[in-house]
């Protein structure tokens, strides 16, 4: 096992890159800003820190600057949603092991800390490093059989990190760009229960729940919504949803309130799509 530490100020990043990396045995770190990733990184003197490069008040270049005056050897990844080649090779002349987009998807970018966890054991310890495959990697907690969730969201990074996260807790899950291509995928198989974004060009979630409604689809559903439209959210409410939540989302209160929505589900019988 190894100490990993993410800094980035997306919590929903930090969650899911959490639950990620611990399923593959590591223990994990999170700072939500570059003070309190360098406190962390001072006392704990992670193996590998995974960090953002756009973060408010100080930014990833400055926090690797302060990690190398600590730590000339330390393994650092940059991980930024946008940067530029002057960025780049800023953070390449600081040592970084690696530069990668956030919309890479998360096999990418664990495939890329697992090669970066070898090569520093290679360096620590010729012998660790002999074992294949690395650190023990946990088995997933297991949902119930046939609990099928459906996440819905016009932000791919969101989804990938969605499904990634549910299917670590053992739950099968298929994704939907929009709200057209989400009722063409319930009538074709109805899911236990529908993660879904409120705002999405087309056919907004509200509207997409009232479909589903219309049509007597009978699972559970757990809306996102980046804003606080009040009426909005309380035609969800009326319209039957499991759970309002908020981004960016706290992945541990998602996954409680997709626990109580499959429940509830169980009880009414599985979710349906009639005509």
Known sequence: MS????VDDE?????LLRSVLAGHGHEVLMAMNGRDGL??????RP??????LRMPEMNGIEVLKQIRAIDPQAAVLILTAWGSDALEQQARQLGVVDFLS???????????????LQQTAQAASPAQAAAPGGAPRAAPVAAGDGDFILVVDDEPQIRDLLKRFLTLRG???RVASDGQQALTMVEQEAPQLIVLDV????INGVEVLRQLRRRKFTGGVILLTGSQDDKLLQEALDLGSVDVMG???????????????????????????ST
Do not use: N
Not at 199 to 202: D, V
């Open 102 to 116: 956030k919309g890479l998807s998360l096999d990418v970018l664990v495939d890329a800390m697992e090669r970066t």
């Open 247 to 273: 981004k960016p989302v706290d992945l541990e209160r998602l996954a409680l309130a997709i626990q109580v929505g499959c429940i509830l589900t169980e009880q009414q019988g599985l979710g349906s799509w």
């Open 11 to 15: 919590r929903l990043i930090c969650d």
């Open 199 to 202: 705002y999405m060009p087309g």
């Open 39 to 44: 406190e962390l990184f001072k006392k704990h």
């Open 3 to 6: 100490t990993i530490l993410v």
């Open 171 to 173: 739950y099968k899950v």
């Open 47 to 52: 193996r590998f820190t995974l960090l953002d």
